[in-house]
């Protein structure tokens, strides 16, 4: 089984839609500012995919246009990007539910991420995100007491 992306899963995604973003902007010619952030959340909805992002609400305005009608042109743009990046084998489609671009990920990928919550064990998912930072929770006193 061929290994997961040298980069992580998640990165390689959220770049490949800011990508199709840029594609579908330049196709549209839109003029409007793109957003600097895009995601991926998961959707509350297993039928409607593994991933799931609502940018096409956002960049929907400036087209005056349907989020479904946008979700649509950058799904396309998607499928484009995922098909020629290092993602293609891990991602078996993109659609698109009242204005949410979907992904559902390949039987592929979940197997190889299996693989690795069981060759990572109890480290999984520990990351060095924040190390070194120091957080100010608001309102905490008031929680705890």
Known sequence: MPPLPSRHLDEAL??????AVRLWAAAAVVEAPLPSAVRWDIPKE??????????????????????PVVAEDIAGHLRAVLSAGETHRLVERVEVA?????????????????????????????????A???VFVRGLARALG
């Open 14 to 19: 959220i770049e490949a839609l800011h990508e």
């Open 98 to 130: 009242r204005g949410f671009i979907n992904l559902f990920f390949s039987r592929q990928a979940l197997t190889g991420i299996v693989h690795r919550i069981h060759r990572e064990r109890g480290h999984y998912g520990r990351g060095r995100l924040g």
């Open 132 to 134: 070194g930072k120091s």
């Open 46 to 67: 297993a039928s409607l995919g593994d991933l799931s992002s609502p940018i096409a609400f956002t960049l929907a305005a400036a087209r005056r246009q349907s989020p």
